[in-house]
C-alpha cells in the first residue's frame, strides 16, 4: 500500500522502481488525491489498484483484500473516468495535461532542435530538458521523441 503524496518523495517514482522490483507486486494506491492524471501515472508506474481515503472503510479493506488476490480495485468515482478514456482513445490532451514548459520542449524537438538546442532557447539546464521529455514520454505513452511529436501533433497539443 502507499499513498501518492508523499512527505519525503513521490509516490509514483516508488511504484515504479517496485514494478522494476516485481512487476507482478500487488501495489495498492490509498491516497486522498482524486487527479484523473495521478490515476494514469500510478497505473503506467505499475499500480494494480487505487482507492481514495474519502471511500467507505469497508470498500478500502475489500480493496486490499482484491489486490492480494490479484484483482485491480479502483474507487467508482474514478473509474468513471477510465471508461471515459477508454470510450475517447485518440484525446491524448485530456490524459496528459502538459505544463506550459514540457509544451514548448514538444514545440523545440517538432522544430528539429537538438536537447542542447532547446535547453539553450529555454534559458533551462539540459538535466531540466531529459526530465521534461520522460514526463512527456510517459504521459503521451511514447517511446522516442518523435512518437511524442506525432503523438502531440495528431492530438492537437502542438
Same mark, same amino acid.
Given at each position: 500500500?502507499? $499513498?501518492?503524496?508523499?512527505? $519525503?518523495?513521490? !509516490?509514483?517514482?516508488?511504484?515504479? !522502481?517496485?514494478?522494476?522490483? $516485481?512487476?507482478?507486486?500487488?501495489?495498492?494506491?490509498?491516497?486522498?488525491?482524486?487527479?484523473?492524471?495521478?490515476?494514469?501515472?500510478?497505473?503506467?508506474? !505499475?499500480? /494494480?489498484?487505487?482507492?481514495?481515503?474519502?471511500?467507505?472503510?469497508?470498500?478500502?479493506?475489500?480493496?486490499?483484500?482484491?489486490?492480494?488476490?490479484?484483482?485491480?480495485?479502483?474507487?467508482?468515482?474514478?473509474?468513471?473516468?477510465?471508461?471515459?478514456?477508454?470510450?475517447?482513445?485518440?484525446?491524448?490532451?485530456?490524459?496528459? $495535461?502538459?505544463? /506550459?514548459?514540457?509544451?514548448?520542449?514538444?514545440?523545440?524537438?517538432?522544430? !528539429?532542435?537538438?536537447? =542542447?538546442?532547446?535547453?539553450?532557447?529555454? #534559458?533551462?539546464?539540459?538535466?531540466?530538458?531529459?526530465?521534461?521529455? =520522460?514526463?512527456?514520454?510517459?504521459?503521451?505513452?511514447?517511446?522516442? #521523441?518523435?512518437?511524442?511529436?506525432?503523438?502531440?501533433?495528431?492530438?492537437?497539443?502542438?
Amino acid at each position: 500500500m502507499i $499513498d501518492i503524496g508523499l512527505p $519525503d518523495g513521490n !509516490g509514483i517514482e516508488v511504484i515504479s !522502481g517496485l514494478n522494476r522490483l $516485481d512487476a507482478d507486486m500487488p501495489i495498492l494506491v490509498i491516497s486522498v488525491m482524486r487527479s484523473e492524471n495521478i490515476l494514469v501515472e500510478a497505473i503506467r508506474a !505499475g499500480a /494494480k489498484g487505487y482507492v481514495v481515503k474519502e471511500d467507505d472503510e469497508i470498500l478500502i479493506a475489500k480493496a486490499i483484500m482484491q489486490v492480494l488476490n490479484k484483482e485491480y480495485p479502483i474507487s467508482p468515482s474514478l473509474a468513471r473516468y477510465l471508461f471515459r478514456l477508454a470510450q475517447s482513445p485518440n484525446k491524448i490532451a485530456e490524459l496528459s $495535461d502538459l505544463t /506550459k514548459q514540457e509544451t514548448a520542449v514538444l514545440q523545440n524537438l517538432a522544430e !528539429g532542435l537538438t536537447y =542542447q538546442e532547446a535547453a539553450d532557447s529555454m #534559458g533551462i539546464s539540459i538535466s531540466t530538458i531529459r526530465t521534461h521529455i =520522460q514526463k512527456l514520454y510517459r504521459k503521451l505513452n511514447a517511446n522516442s #521523441g518523435p512518437e511524442a511529436v506525432a503523438k502531440a501533433k495528431a492530438s492537437g497539443i502542438i
